[in-house]
């Protein structure tokens, strides 16, 4: 297998990989390469593994992350529920696999960490505490309808009652979305994206985002999702509720009107998103119907040891995050992207 670099005169291969590959994700497409490098400012690296034949056998979105308060490391990829090795062999992904070994020992990176939707052919340590909650559409939001519990329903009916209303729309909701983003971040005590980052998704990718919100009669944001689709699938990343209106559940209108939209539109999967069994999260989605997909993030560690932990449950974030939901929002707005954009 040669290794190659992605550039210019082998994007077309690239995407053209992609769109074949029965184990591919939206983030594998190059165009996140862009986004990455635009928003944060990151060192990429996509590999392509390419037979004598120069056929494309399989692909490597690889991110390096550098900092001096989270340390040097890599992903494939940031931010997104996935990523990792795409391959059509076992050679082609070891070949992969080597190759980024190579560039993280060159970078003096710490460990690598690749999500992938199945055990894959690496032979590394992994984590499968998490799932991908996804629902399985029918051709008609008419039949979804019914398919739902009658409380599911009548909690979505209850945002109605109040005269909410939802929208979907590109550029023109990216302000309201980001209004109700940021609150919700703040409340979570999470370092909020800055929102140039969802400008440049909307912008690279034209055809496949959209942005749902929930408004009341007085016209004030008060529920927003991100939604990105790829290969029949239509996946909410990011969805977030202002906690006040929490009592007439504008979160169950938005959801339901991205399902709507989905069948409306001919995806054939919802995701919901990555979740821990059992917890608050997944048992929301779960009441939807969506049933869980295992995930597997396997680790490459340059000195081996326990695997990272850098996500809110970590203890030594505990302070931090306390402090976080104490700030005012235009702070968490200002600070939040020069933490966030160093965690994975």
């Known amino acids: 297998m040669n290794i190659s670099y992605l550039k210019a005169d082998n994007s077309d291969a690239w995407e053209s990989y992609v769109m074949k590959s029965g184990g591919s994700h939206c983030y594998h497409q190059a165009g996140w390469k862009n986004v990455i490098e635009r928003s944060f400012g990151h060192k990429t690296y996509y590999l392509l ?29 940031p931010y997104f529920n996935y990523g990792g090795i795409c391959a059509d062999s076992v050679e082609a992904c070891s070949s992969l696999l080597n190759e980024a070994i190579k560039i993280a020992k060159e970078a003096k990176a710490e460990h690598i960490e690749l999500r992938h939707t199945g055990e894959n052919a690496v032979n590394l340590p992994v984590k499968t505490a998490k799932v991908s909650m996804r629902l399985s559409l029918p051709a008609e939001s008419d039949i979804l309808w019914k ?40 409340d979570l005590g999470t370092p909020v994206y800055p929102r140039t980052f969802f400008r440049n998704i909307l912008t690279e990718f034209p055809e496949a985002t959209r942005i749902c919100s929930v408004y009341t009669k007085e016209g004030e944001p008060v529920a927003s999702g991100f939604l990105v689709g790829f290969k029949g699938m239509l996946e909410i990343p990011w969805a977030s509720s202002k906690k006040e209106y929490n009592r007439y559940s504008p979160n169950m209108l938005l959801y339901w009107q991205v399902l709507k939209f989905a069948c409306e539109n001919g995806y054939k999967t919802f995701d919901f998103g990555r979740s821990t069994p059992e917890e608050g999260t997944y048992k929301f989605k779960e009441q939807w119907g969506a049933q869980p997909v295992q995930l597997y993030w396997h680790y490459w560690m340059r000195n081996g040891g326990t695997l990272p932990e850098l996500n809110p449950k970590n203890p030594k974030y505990q302070m931090a995050i306390k402090i976080w939901k104490k700030l005012p929002v235009p702070i968490t707005k200002i600070i939040g992207p020069k933490i966030v954009k160093n965690l994975p």
């Open 147 to 186: 398919s739902l519990p009658s409380k599911l329903r009548s909690q979505i009916r209850r945002p109605e009652r109040e005269d909410m209303q939802a929208k979907i729309g590109r550029e023109d909701e990216l302000d309201n979305f980001y209004e109700v983003f940021s609150e919700n971040m703040r």
């Open 49 to 77: 593994a390419e037979n004598h034949a120069s056929d494309v056998k399989g692909i490597l979105p690889l991110v390096n992350i550098k900092s001096a308060l989270f340390g040097n490391y890599m992903v494939s990829l």
